[in-house]
């Protein structure tokens, strides 16, 4: 499975941004996938997830309320809708697969990764 992210930007604090995650290869629908972030500094972490198969969703409760996990199958493609976006929410930003019939929150439990987009949040 090949993942490639975009949409990264420089905005400021309350404009939206959309990311895009694009999958191709054998079976890329078959995975759930998902989105991390990292900061300077910090350990990668979770920020929403979705099963391929229903749409169910999972978010970090750092963004839920203001981020939206979103597929497109006939595309091939998962969206982050990320609302209301604070300086904190500053990171580069990975869509993962994974083949896990759940939806992990760990990112040693998804095996396929994107390169990262940045994103950039000014007060």
């Known amino acids: 499975v090949q993942l490639q992210a975009s949409g990264g930007g420089l905005v400021r604090a309350g404009d939206s941004l959309r990311l895009s995650c694009a999958a191709s290869g054998r079976a890329s629908s078959n995975y759930q996938t998902a989105w991390f972030r990292q900061s300077p500094g910090k350990e990668r972490e979770f920020v929403a997830g979705?099963?391929?198969?229903?749409?169910?969703?999972s978010y970090a409760d750092s963004v839920k309320g203001r981020f939206i996990i979103s597929r497109d199958n006939a595309k091939n493609t998962v969206y982050l809708q990320m609302n209301s976006l604070k300086p904190e929410d500053t990171a580069i930003y990975y869509c993962a697969a994974s083949p896990l019939r759940f939806l992990p929150r760990m990112e040693n439990e998804y095996n396929y990764w994107g390169r990262g987009t940045q994103v950039t949040v000014s007060s």
């Open positions: 979705i099963r391929w198969s229903s749409g169910m969703s």
